[in-house]
């Protein structure tokens, strides 16, 4: 198959991220799909940062768009923004394949931009000092960090055609509170506990001493 048009990656400013899992292991939304990692990334609509971020990715798009089709005739015509099958989705409008609006299923939508982002091959899960991530419950939807991708064309078949984003990788930031109900992060669950705080108290004097189990009822003895 023909080199199709992409552009170079671009790293997000800080966003809040969903379906997470999807970063270690991959999956097939369709039976016959190859499975795929991947993650939701949301844009705050209210950010000046994150909106300018938004501005560059739908750039990159419409520049696949034009290079792998010149002819404006030819040109997937599906809208990059809001549509059920847009790469970039209006978590206030949009709906799903079924006409379910996306913020129904997922209330954290609403006043954000949404991007599904996706790969066959393993991103790259990281922290703060770019240390590998291994426990997937260290990254969950509602946490935030900065999402590496890039916009590339696609022409799978005459009725799938177009431009969208491919996951590179997922540097984790900070905690967030949890999509759904989830799990809170140890931090919120726990505080640090000092050292004597753990040992144990002292021995009191023993209630038993001067006895044997022969000195009690057979039924009352704290050996049997």
């Known amino acids: ?3 199709m048009a992409n552009r170079p990656a671009r790293t997000s400013p800080k ?12 999956k097939a939304f369709k039976e016959g799909d190859t499975p795929k990692y991947g ?3 949301m844009i705050d609509k209210t950010s000046k ?3 300018a971020f938004l501005a560059l990715l739908h750039q990159d798009l419409v520049e696949c768009l ?3 089709w010149p002819d404006a005739a030819t040109r997937p015509r599906n809208p990059l923004f809001g549509g059920t099958r847009s790469p970039i989705k209006d978590g206030d409008t949009t709906v799903d394949s079924q006409g379910i609006p996306l913020a129904e299923k997922n209330p954290e939508y609403a006043g954000h931009w949404i991007i599904r982002v996706g790969s066959t091959s393993k991103p790259a899960v990281v ?3 770019r240390m590998e991530i291994t426990d997937q419950n260290r990254v969950y939807g509602g946490c935030w960090g900065m999402v590496n991708l890039n916009a590339y064309a696609y022409n799978f078949k005459e009725l799938q055609k177009g431009a969208t984003f491919g996951l590179n990788g997922f540097q984790l930031l900070e905690d967030g509170e949890p999509f759904g109900g989830g ?9 640090a506990v000092i050292p004597d705080q753990t040992q144990p108290a002292a021995a009191g004097p023993d209630p ?3 006895l044997n189990s022969a000195a009690l009822p057979e039924d009352e003895s704290p050996f049997i």
Do not use: I, L
């Not at 966003?15 to 991959?26: A, D, I, L, N």
């Not at 799990?183 to 505080?191: N, S």
């Open 49 to 51: 940062e994150q909106m």
């Open 183 to 191: 799990r809170p992060p140890v931090d919120k669950m726990f505080e």
């Open 208 to 210: 038993f001493a001067g």
């Open 39 to 41: 993650m939701t990334m």
């Open 66 to 68: 034009s290079e792998q």
């Open 15 to 26: 966003v809040r991220v969903s379906y997470t899992q999807g970063m270690f292991t991959p």
């Open 127 to 129: 922290d703060r000092n």
């Open 1 to 3: 198959m023909a080199r």
